[in-house]
């Protein structure tokens, strides 16, 4: 069903966010990649960023536009998507957000199956998972308990407003991962929902991840809570950008034939020392070998309290 020796045109949408700004230089370089079709909304921020770099085609497009045929146009030649595009990337996001970005990935998706591309990579989110970052889920959490089977939404996040709870959010992501599931097709489109960790935009080292989970929480004038739980459960989540390029290349080229189904949801944080995160289902299906660890790079301060 998908080979690992072909060449691929890749289409990356939401190219300019934080992620995207990190994997369309990493395939401009990959040997197996045979051009790059580079998706966002602003043509200037595309020119600024990607203009340098030969094998990328950027294409200016509101994925939410009701015409598709720009889209339709843009996905000539290509033979997988990396789907990043979302309007609002937070747990704040109310529920039109999350309808919205739900609407651009189901038809892309469609789009995708209807041009006979291979694969299709959603970017899910522990977000799907958020409930487990509080008691009392969170205590029942065990090394490698956390898999993709699991649902559970419901992040506490602050905001200039307050504390909410971010449903919203990720169910539009579990409800992303299902759509992928049931659009894929053996001898067809196969589909691999990641559910992504934390990887800051940028450097991403692990001294500025902190216990709100919010990249966004300074410019709101507020500071973190201080709580080690809640910082270890961020921590735990981390996803280099080593481990981060290696895990899109991995579900862009993994022989789906060998997967239990043409569809599959995976995590991908880094190889964080006893996190309750299964990586294990991502090793087997795709092939994922992180190499980085959050640990190694900071103090467990949780740990060290407890003694
Ligand atoms: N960064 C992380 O740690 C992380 C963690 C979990 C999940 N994710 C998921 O990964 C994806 C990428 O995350 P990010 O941090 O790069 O987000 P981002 O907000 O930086 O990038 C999203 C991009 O989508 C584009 N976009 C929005 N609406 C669009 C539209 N209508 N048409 C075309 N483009 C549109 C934006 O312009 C932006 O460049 C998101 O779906 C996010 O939910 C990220």
Request: charged share 20%.
């Amino acid at each position: 069903m998908h080979t690992q020796n072909t060449q691929l045109k890749v289409m990356v949408t939401g190219a300019t966010g934080g992620l995207g700004s990190k994997l369309v230089p990493f395939l401009q370089a990959a040997d197996w990649c045979a051009g790059v079709v580079a998706v966002d909304r602003d043509s200037q921020v595309l020119a600024e960023r990607f203009a340098m770099l030969s094998k990328v085609e950027r294409r200016t497009i509101d994925l939410s536009a009701p015409d598709m045929g720009f889209v339709a146009s843009a996905l000539q030649g290509v033979d997988a998507i990396v789907h990043f595009a979302i309007l609002n990337p937070l747990p704040d996001s109310s529920w039109s957000e999350a309808a919205y970005s739900f609407d651009m990935t189901a038809r892309l998706l469609l789009l995708a199956r209807d041009h006979g591309l291979q694969r299709f990579v959603f970017t899910s989110s522990n977000h799907a998972l958020g409930n487990y970052g509080q008691e009392p889920l969170r205590h029942a959490i065990v090394p490698g308990g956390l898999t993709t089977e699991l649902f559970a939404p419901g992040s506490k996040w602050d905001t200039a407003a307050g504390e909410i709870t971010g449903y919203a959010y990720g169910a539009g992501k579990i409800f992303g991962e299902r759509l992928c599931l049931a659009a894929a097709k053996r001898d067809g489109l196969s589909t691999v929902a990641v559910r992504i960790g934390w990887c800051q935009a940028g450097e991403n080292h692990p001294s500025t991840l902190d216990a709100s989970g919010n990249p966004n929480l300074a410019a709101l004038g507020r500071t973190p809570r201080d709580d080690p739980a809640e910082l270890r459960w961020f921590r735990n989540m981390w996803l280099s950008n080593r481990d981060f390029l290696h895990l899109m290349e991995r579900a862009l080229l993994a022989d789906a034939d060998a997967w239990p189904s043409p569809g599959i949801v995976v995590n991908g944080m880094s190889a964080n020392r006893g996190m309750g995160w299964d990586i294990d289902t991502a090793r087997r299906t795709i092939g994922y070998l992180p190499q980085d660890n959050v640990w190694d790079s900071v103090l467990d301060e949780e740990a060290f309290i407890g003694g």
